[in-house]
């Protein structure tokens, strides 16, 4: 055993060993793990410490626990971009899956106080409205509501979005000069529980997204995802000084 290897403590050479077998693909992801009992004796340690590996581990998200049947090398986590304005299609495609949508609603409707304040609109102005639930394989993976100014995109609620996506389509025709994300970890209310086909304890990553088109608000924006199934990711460079 190298110095560099002494220097980790036992725990983390046994988080290392079972990381290096995942991402060479010895280990696929469903495969089952070696026992706490099974690495304390190849690695010559407690139990505990090797329940202290495990753990950690599925604390990260490289494994998945079951209580009597074991450790298994856990589903990696597609990542959602955080900062750049994408298509939940095109995400999908991305990362090799089939994208579906339903649509839940799509309508105009009086503008209520609260998004009024959020798209500075007038009070008594009319905003178009609507709800999809987005699909992976078949598998609702993304809840989208969006409001949207109408004298930004006039023909959205002509369009068919089944076949593009409201992003898709808003971002052929208004152009984003300015966005701002609010981000959450929520536990959904019934509805949206429903439509994501999750249990009532499900954590889930709320993002809250305005998007401006030149000098006004076009869309301001509630998208939920099950947070046990993504995570988010982002990018930022400055510029050199």
């Not at 930004?152 to 409201?166: C, G, M, N, R, S």
């Not at 808003?170 to 509805?191: F, G, N, R, S």
């Amino acid at each position: 055993m190298g110095d560099s290897e002494k220097a980790f403590p036992i725990y983390e050479r046994i988080k290392l060993s079972i990381k290096e077998k995942i991402d060479s693909g010895k280990l696929k992801p469903g495969h089952r793990i070696s026992s706490e009992l099974e690495l304390s004796n190849m690695f010559n340690v407690s139990r505990m410490t090797a329940n202290r590996a495990l753990k950690e581990l599925a604390a990260e998200g490289r494994v998945t626990r079951i209580q009597g049947l074991g450790s298994f090398v856990a589903e990696p986590k597609p990542e959602i971009a955080l900062l750049e304005i994408k298509s939940i299609a095109e995400e999908i495609n991305n990362w090799g899956g089939s994208h579906s949508s339903d649509i839940i609603m799509l309508k105009k409707e009086n503008i209520s106080e609260n998004i009024m304040l959020k798209m500075g609109m007038h009070k008594d102005g009319k905003v178009f409205h609507s709800i999809l639930v987005h699909k992976d394989n078949n598998i609702p993976v993304q809840y989208s509501e969006r409001f949207i100014n109408p004298l930004v995109a006039p023909h959205y609620l002509e369009q068919d979005f089944i076949k593009k996506t409201p992003s898709e389509y808003l971002l052929e025709i208004a152009p984003v000069h300015q966005a701002e994300h609010t981000i959450e970890a929520i536990i959904p209310d019934k509805k949206v529980q429903k439509y994501l086909n999750i249990k009532s304890d499900e954590p889930c990553i709320s993002l809250k997204r305005r998007t401006w088109s030149h000098d006004r608000v076009a869309t301001f924006s509630i998208i939920i995802y099950p947070g046990s199934k993504y995570k988010l990711s982002g990018k930022f460079k400055r510029d050199r000084l």
